[in-house]
């Protein structure tokens, strides 16, 4: 049997009740200028719970880190998001999920994300369905996941657009529209890869990638009629 999974996630943090699901956990905050690491906090906008909440649902043996970068609103830094990449690779994650999106390039984040696919650490992060490119889902070899109206909660889509590889449902277990579609898309998409990590042999990115494209039930972006 394969061994367990570990999953990063980069976000809002969790709520209390799930720390039993949380192997470990830190926060990279900003005070006076300078990049600090510290003890989360609980997650106060329900973000980050949410996006740990699917990815159990669909790899329930795997273990769980979580990097919070956010807390009382949905803005980070490139610099935070990068310092939880670089946390994350040192635990030794398999997988990161990154529901988020910064509109800028940055080095720091650019060179976090390289490291962490250098070190065979399958990237997953939220794309809008279409738009300007956002980062890091942009950076070559991230896989790109969004949300798509067409899925069910086990269903996903290869979109295969300039925008986005694949989409997922895009609704978390409460069914509340708040932070719905590419966001908590790219959590149920993390917990597919989460889930084929465990089940395959010496998996690597290319090969997770045409196992999603297997497993698709819908080829192609969604087609919206007036």
């Known amino acids: 049997m394969n061994e367990r999974v570990r999953v990063g996630i980069v976000d809002s943090g969790y709520r209390d009740t799930q720390m039993a699901m949380v192997e470990d956990s830190a926060a990279f905050i900003l005070h006076e200028d300078a990049l ?21 649902y669909h790899a329930p043996e795997s273990l769980f880190y979580v990097a919070q970068v956010f ?22 994650v398999r997988v990161i999920n990154l529901s988020l999106g910064l509109r ?17 650490v399958v990237m997953c992060a939220s794309a809008p369905a279409r ?30 657009t300039q925008y986005a590889d694949f989409g997922g449902h895009v609704l978390g277990f409460d069914q509340k ?8 898309g790219c959590a149920h998409m ?23 494209q297997q497993q698709a039930k819908y080829i192609g972006p969604e087609r919206r009629f007036s």
Not at 105 to 120: I, S, T, Y
């Open 36 to 56: 600090w690491m510290d003890e989360p906090s609980e997650d106060l906008i329900n973000h980050g719970s949410r996006i740990l909440d699917i990815i159990h």
């Open 177 to 184: 529209q708040q932070a719905a579609g590419a966001s908590l």
């Open 104 to 120: 800028d390039d940055r080095p720091v984040l650019k060179e976090a994300v390289e490291n962490a696919l250098n070190a065979g």
């Open 131 to 160: 738009g300007d490119p956002v980062y890091p889902s942009a950076y070559e070899g991230v896989l790109r996941m969004t949300g798509d109206a067409r899925c069910d909660l086990e269903e996903l889509s290869w979109l295969n």
């Open 71 to 92: 807390s009382q609103k949905n803005t980070t830094t490139a610099a935070q998001v990068a310092a939880a990449i670089d946390w994350l690779v040192n635990q030794q």
């Open 190 to 212: 993390t917990g597919h890869v989460a889930r084929l990590l465990h089940i395959m042999t010496d998996p690597n990115r290319d090969a997770i990638y045409q196992a999603l």
